[in-house]
């Protein structure tokens, strides 16, 4: 346990603070905090099990009335309080199972464990704790396992369908977990299974709860197939606040939903929706014959949509990037619901006319519990720290959603790719169907819970990818045994070609047939190419290893240096097939290495010539050489560089596994191994046909800084370890 601990201190000090946290939320307000919909939907349904109130009752069903069958209103609030824990305790164990650094995953967990917002929505006998906390689970179900199986994915779907009966915005779950499962691999027909299974599992509690709903609500002959009796109405008070009915054929009953007021000057969605004053009240009251007000409601709200579009988009976005703010502060007008009803108060807090101290104390004493209270200190002390940075600023979400773009985008080949999409597109989905009702600081928080997450997958994307299989790989093999064995003079000249046979002939000839009086010969490893590459290096009279799929410069050379090596060659000439290197300057590469001065001799376009246009590229080359000359402890001027010799011994000592840029990993694993690197003034030519296999000069930049550094951390955890073994074998 100890060396638990000692590994995971972060993480268990902020642990030990959201417990402490939440005893103090428990003892200050007792038995728990009681909110509108407490004592409107939940509280009433416990005995009625009456699913057609303004929400579902999903939560009534799950959690309320199991445990008030068994405990009180204080024994909810603490199994919601645990819910809480055990939400920041599978977030953090997924994080670090995928990769994360401890101490990002433990950052990440901080908005469950200590924003106080989300310990008051906990604390509230409200569905939001239970909602989040099967959404957690859902998504570490799918996002586990390298690649879930149908069990994982059975009960993640069944855990996001009955979500839905406990919030109903959990409807758009479904979209991100069949996007997940179309990503993380596999063949085809294998992922297309997974995400009908997990569609099917997701759409069995809906329908069971729709139907549940439907034959309670017959009971007077307007059933309706629904999980909500009120979403036409909170959509009536998202489109109200910029409806304009001119010109639209609405029927007679829906005419007084139109509002009169310039849109400029309108209230928020909840005045809309909830307020007394507003039309709303009025269909409640004398709904028209035959029909359902929510069904008028609903009507009425896709007609505005789909006659305004643009401002109902307009809205919803307006709306939806407030959490990006640093402080949570009430809506422009006085439409939107306060802030405050989401703070801890100095006293027992009320809401007239429904949750009042009278009207709690009744049911709490009905149940057990007894009369509510408050210890005025504790309260004092949680509204302090909650209105004095106790929450999380609005810029740490954007910069989570951000990180997780970044990973989702740039990071193809690693395995947290996927679950980056997989929290992203759950958090923002769900902020974006809560602000397409309306705002709340309160539909904020599952954004909060989930989406820090998604930023540190999107950083393990972003920093680790999947390894490589090791050398020789079924390609390698298959290329090796075709290509047989072959007895190599001194020295071998390295090129790997995709795609390159109008500009590959003249560089083959260009290479002299011996150096320095040392024999030369031309070795080509085709990776994969589609054109006439393999044709054209046989003609002028290369070895030609051709390898059957594409898999990247990096692989390629990593076959060439095999070959090389055990064709018994002493020096490896690397060169590309673009005619971009002059092979005049040969002399120049091999002349350290026969002379012993050096191990591996790169080329350097900035002690030489650059040809090059690109001023992108050129100050490129600066900045990796000044980084990577700090991270290897000795001055280069050109990292990638691709015109260098070698020893041949030296390609089988460093590990090489980049499939694409291999020419930092060579350099970068050189380096850090001691070995002597000199550089030597080269001509950089202008490419003399096709175009790069890198991509874009910022998808380059990108993946050339990773593969910098992955290099560096695992050649400085390499050569730690060699170390500590080697001071234990002196102590034996």
Same mark, same amino acid.
């Given at each position: 346990?100890?060396?638990?601990?000692?590994?995971?201190?972060?993480?268990?000090?902020?642990?030990?603070?959201?417990?402490?946290?939440?005893?103090?939320?428990?003892?200050?307000?007792?038995?728990?905090?009681?909110?509108?919909?407490?004592? =409107?939907?939940?509280?009433?349904?416990?005995?009625?099990?009456?699913?057609?109130?303004?929400?579902?009752?999903?939560?009534?069903?799950?959690?309320?009335?199991?445990?008030?069958?068994?405990?009180?209103?204080?024994?909810?609030?603490?199994?919601?309080?645990?819910?809480?824990?055990?939400?920041?305790?599978?977030?953090?164990?997924?994080?670090?199972?995928?990769?994360?650094?401890?101490?990002?995953?433990?950052?990440?967990?901080?908005?469950?464990?200590?924003?106080?917002?989300?310990?008051?929505?906990?604390?509230?006998?409200?569905?939001?704790?239970?909602?989040?906390?099967?959404?957690?689970?859902?998504?570490?179900?799918?996002?586990?396992? *390298?690649?879930?199986?149908?069990?994982?994915?059975?009960?993640?779907?069944?855990?996001?369908?009955?979500?839905?009966?406990?919030?109903?915005?959990?409807?758009?779950?479904?979209?991100?977990?069949?996007?997940?499962?179309?990503?993380?691999?596999?063949?085809?027909?294998?992922?297309?299974?997974?995400?009908?299974?997990?569609?099917?599992?997701?759409?069995?509690?809906?329908?069971?709860?729709?139907?549940?709903?439907?034959?309670?609500?017959?009971?007077?002959?307007?059933?309706?197939?629904?999980?909500?009796?009120?979403?036409?109405?909170?959509?009536?008070?998202?489109? =109200?606040?910029?409806?304009?009915?001119?010109?639209?054929?609405?029927?007679?009953?829906?005419?007084?939903?139109?509002?009169?007021?310039?849109?400029?000057?309108?209230?928020?969605?909840?005045?809309?929706?909830?307020?007394?004053?507003?039309?709303?009240?009025?269909?409640?009251?004398?709904?028209?014959?035959?029909?359902?007000?929510?069904?008028?409601?609903?009507?009425?709200?896709?007609?505005?949509?789909?006659?305004?579009?643009?401002?109902?988009?307009?809205?919803?976005?307006?709306?939806?990037?407030?959490?990006?703010?640093?402080?949570?502060?009430?809506?422009?007008?006085?439409?939107?619901?306060?802030?405050?009803?989401?703070?801890?108060?100095?006293?027992?807090?009320?809401?007239?006319?429904?949750?009042?101290?009278?009207?709690? =104390?009744?049911?709490?004493?009905?149940?057990?519990?007894?009369?509510?209270?408050?210890?005025?200190?504790?309260?004092?002390?949680?509204?302090?720290?909650?209105?004095?940075?106790?929450?999380?600023?609005?810029?740490?979400?954007?910069?989570?959603?951000?990180?997780?773009?970044?990973?989702?985008?740039?990071?193809?080949?690693?395995?947290?790719?996927?679950?980056?999409?997989?929290?992203?597109?759950?958090?923002?989905?769900?902020?974006?169907?809560?602000?397409?009702?309306?705002?709340?600081?309160?539909?904020?928080?599952?954004?909060?819970?989930?989406?820090?997450?998604?930023?540190?997958?999107?950083?393990? =994307?972003?920093?680790?990818?999947?390894?490589?299989?090791?050398?020789?790989?079924?390609?390698?093999?298959?290329?090796?045994?075709?290509?047989?064995?072959?007895?190599?003079?001194?020295?071998?000249?390295?090129?790997?070609?995709?795609?390159?046979?109008?500009?590959?002939?003249?560089?083959?000839?260009?290479?002299?047939?011996?150096?320095?009086?040392?024999?030369?010969?031309?070795?080509?490893?085709?990776?994969?190419?589609?054109?006439?590459?393999?044709?054209?290096?046989?003609?002028?009279?290369?070895?030609?290893?051709?390898?059957?799929?594409?898999?990247?410069?990096?692989?390629?050379? *990593?076959?060439?240096?095999?070959?090389?090596?055990?064709?018994?060659?002493?020096?490896?000439?690397?060169?590309?097939?673009?005619?971009?290197?002059?092979?005049?300057?040969?002399?120049?590469?091999?002349?350290?290495?026969?002379?012993?001065?050096?191990?591996?001799?790169?080329?350097?376009?900035?002690?030489?010539?650059?040809?090059?246009?690109?001023?992108?590229?050129?100050?490129?080359?600066?900045?990796?050489?000044?980084?990577?000359?700090?991270?290897?402890?000795?001055?280069?001027?050109?990292?990638?560089?691709?015109?260098?010799?070698?020893?041949?011994?030296?390609?089988?000592?460093?590990?090489?596994?980049?499939?694409?840029?291999?020419?930092?990993?060579?350099?970068?694993?050189?380096?850090?191994?001691?070995?002597?690197?000199?550089?030597?003034?080269?001509?950089?030519?202008? *490419?003399?046909?096709?175009?790069?296999?890198?991509?874009?000069?910022?998808?380059?930049?990108?993946?050339?800084?990773?593969?910098?550094?992955?290099?560096?951390?695992?050649?400085?955890?390499?050569?730690?370890?060699?170390?500590?073994?080697?001071?234990?074998?002196?102590?034996?």
């Amino acid at each position: 346990m100890t060396g638990l601990l000692r590994r995971h201190w972060l993480f268990a000090g902020l642990l030990g603070l959201g417990v402490l946290l939440r005893v103090l939320v428990c003892v200050a307000y007792r038995p728990a905090i009681f909110y509108i919909d407490s004592m =409107a939907t939940y509280v009433p349904a416990v005995k009625t099990l009456d699913p057609t109130g303004q929400n579902p009752i999903g939560y009534v069903f799950l959690l309320l009335k199991p445990v008030l069958a068994v405990g009180d209103f204080t024994a909810v609030a603490v199994v919601q309080h645990l819910l809480g824990v055990g939400m920041a305790l599978v977030t953090y164990a997924l994080l670090v199972h995928k990769g994360a650094w401890r101490w990002l995953a433990a950052v990440a967990t901080t908005p469950i464990l200590l924003d106080a917002y989300q310990l008051q929505i906990e604390h509230n006998i409200m569905s939001d704790p239970l909602f989040q906390a099967m959404l957690v689970a859902a998504l570490a179900l799918l996002a586990w396992p *390298r690649r879930p199986g149908w069990p994982a994915v059975a009960a993640a779907g069944l855990l996001l369908g009955a979500a839905v009966s406990v919030r109903t915005v959990g409807q758009v779950l479904v979209v991100p977990a069949v996007l997940y499962l179309l990503l993380v691999g596999g063949t085809w027909r294998a992922r297309a299974a997974l995400a009908g299974l997990v569609a099917v599992c997701f759409a069995l509690p809906v329908v069971g709860y729709a139907t549940y709903h439907y034959v309670w609500s017959d009971r007077d002959g307007q059933g309706r197939f629904s999980v909500s009796s009120s979403n036409g109405n909170a959509l009536y008070g998202r489109v =109200a606040t910029f409806a304009d009915c001119t010109g639209l054929d609405l029927p007679a009953y829906e005419r007084p939903l139109c509002p009169t007021q310039p849109a400029g000057q309108r209230l928020g969605p909840d005045w809309w929706a909830h307020d007394p004053a507003s039309p709303a009240a009025a269909l409640y009251a004398d709904p028209p014959a035959g029909m359902a007000a929510d069904q008028v409601f609903s009507d009425f709200a896709w007609r505005i949509i789909r006659h305004q579009p643009v401002d109902f988009v307009q809205a919803v976005l307006s709306d939806a990037v407030r959490v990006f703010a640093w402080q949570r502060t009430d809506g422009p007008n006085h439409g939107y619901p306060p802030v405050a009803r989401w703070h801890f108060q100095e006293d027992f807090p009320i809401f007239e006319p429904i949750a009042t101290t009278d009207t709690v =104390a009744q049911v709490s004493r009905e149940y057990g519990g007894g009369d509510p209270a408050v210890v005025a200190p504790l309260a004092k002390g949680l509204r302090w720290y909650q209105l004095h940075g106790g929450y999380t600023p609005g810029p740490v979400v954007a910069l989570a959603v951000l990180l997780a773009l970044a990973g989702a985008v740039a990071a193809r080949r690693s395995p947290a790719r996927a679950a980056a999409v997989l929290y992203l597109a759950s958090g923002a989905l769900i902020l974006l169907a809560s602000a397409a009702f309306e705002f709340s600081w309160r539909y904020q928080l599952p954004g909060y819970v989930v989406l820090p997450a998604a930023g540190v997958l999107g950083v393990v =994307a972003l920093t680790r990818r999947e390894p490589r299989p090791p050398f020789p790989e079924p390609a390698d093999q298959q290329a090796i045994d075709e290509f047989g064995q072959v007895d190599f003079p001194d020295v071998v000249v390295l090129i790997a070609a995709y795609n390159e046979g109008p500009t590959l002939g003249p560089v083959l000839d260009s290479v002299p047939p011996q150096c320095l009086g040392l024999p030369v010969a031309t070795l080509v490893v085709v990776d994969g190419a589609t054109d006439d590459t393999a044709e054209v290096a046989r003609a002028h009279g290369a070895y030609t290893c051709a390898v059957p799929v594409n898999r990247g410069q990096g692989a390629a050379l *990593r076959l060439g240096y095999y070959l090389a090596r055990r064709g018994g060659c002493r020096y490896i000439v690397t060169t590309d097939a673009d005619g971009q290197y002059d092979m005049a300057e040969l002399p120049r590469l091999l002349q350290p290495l026969i002379d012993g001065e050096a191990d591996f001799v790169t080329g350097s376009r900035r002690l030489g010539a650059n040809e090059s246009t690109d001023p992108v590229r050129r100050l490129g080359t600066r900045v990796f050489a000044w980084l990577v000359s700090v991270l290897g402890g000795h001055r280069v001027t050109d990292t990638s560089f691709g015109f260098r010799a070698m020893r041949a011994e030296v390609t089988g000592r460093v590990t090489l596994d980049q499939p694409q840029y291999q020419s930092a990993e060579l350099l970068v694993g050189v380096l850090s191994q001691g070995y002597r690197v000199v550089e030597r003034p080269m001509t950089m030519r202008r *490419r003399g046909g096709g175009r790069s296999k890198k991509g874009n000069n910022l998808v380059y930049g990108w993946r050339y800084t990773r593969v910098v550094f992955t290099t560096w951390w695992r050649e400085r955890k390499t050569t730690r370890s060699s170390r500590t073994n080697l001071t234990r074998n002196i102590a034996a």
